[in-house]
């Protein structure tokens, strides 16, 4: 079934660590994005790609990191998760193409907790 | 760049009754604006869209209307019904194809 990935879906860890957000889609999108949310509260856009090889900043300064070496997979990094990192990272992606936006479709999410 | 307000951020209503959410946007280029509901714990869903090239959509007992020149847009549910209660999002375009997000409004429908 067509659907967006990510894993971990939770993930505690401790100040320093270094980690690995994934997140894969099987839609046959171009276009991925990683947004970061507080429980209810307002979505933040942090990256974001048009295809392989293209990564941009969002509107939210993030310390994350991200790539796209493939098209159905676009990883976020932390070199070195710090409490303020506490939140929920959702992926999401949509089709590429030109004239207004098409429908942006979420993935489950990853719940990052840093002690 | 783009700035959405979303109003109200709470919203409780009686089962049946009807509930509207708007919005207004800052960037007059903005050209899509979809509604996303988000059920605590999971993943935002889009309910119902509209471009900037109709006024009004309508799929069951949700709605959106766009007004271009006052540059806002809203969401009315009818016959609200206790599974509506969720925390909905809209969202207007900003650049290519990028979204930005109202801050959400938490709606409570109760039996």
């Known amino acids: ?115 | 760049g783009e700035n959405v307000e979303q109003h109200p951020s709470t919203l409780s209503v009686q089962e049946g009754d009807s509930a509207v959410i708007k919005c207004t946007y800052s960037d007059s280029a903005s050209n899509y604006f979809p509604w996303y509901k988000q059920e605590l714990g999971k993943r935002p869903q889009l309910i119902i869209d509209i471009r900037s090239n109709v006024g009004e959509k309508k799929d069951q007992r949700i709605a959106v209307t766009l007004n271009k020149t006052a540059k806002h847009f809203s969401l009315h549910i009818t016959e609200t019904q206790p599974e509506d209660s969720a925390v909905y999002f809209c969202a207007a375009t900003s650049g290519f194809q990028k979204l930005v997000f109202g801050t959400g409004t938490r709606l409570l429908v109760s039996p």
């Not at chain 1, 839609?27 to 509260?41: F, L, S």
């Not at chain 1, 098209?71 to 070199?79: A, I, R």
């Not at chain 1, 929920?88 to 207004?100: H, I, M, N, T």
Request: hydrophobic content about 25%; glycine content about 8%.
């Open chain 1, 1 to 115: 079934e067509a659907d967006i990935y990510q894993t971990p879906r939770y993930l505690v860890i401790g100040t320093g660590k270094k980690i690995t957000l994934e997140c894969s889609q099987t839609m046959g999108h171009d276009k991925m994005y990683w947004y970061q949310q507080d429980p209810g509260m307002e979505l933040h856009l942090i990256h974001y790609s048009y295809g392989v090889n293209s990564t941009e900043k969002g509107d939210l300064s993030s310390e994350s990191t991200v790539s796209r070496i493939r098209t159905e997979h676009f990883p976020l990094t932390l070199e070195s998760a710090r409490p303020s990192h506490t939140s929920q990272y959702l992926c999401a992606s949509s089709e590429k193409r030109q004239g207004p936006t098409d429908t942006q479709y979420f993935g489950p999410g990853t719940r990052l907790t840093v002690l």
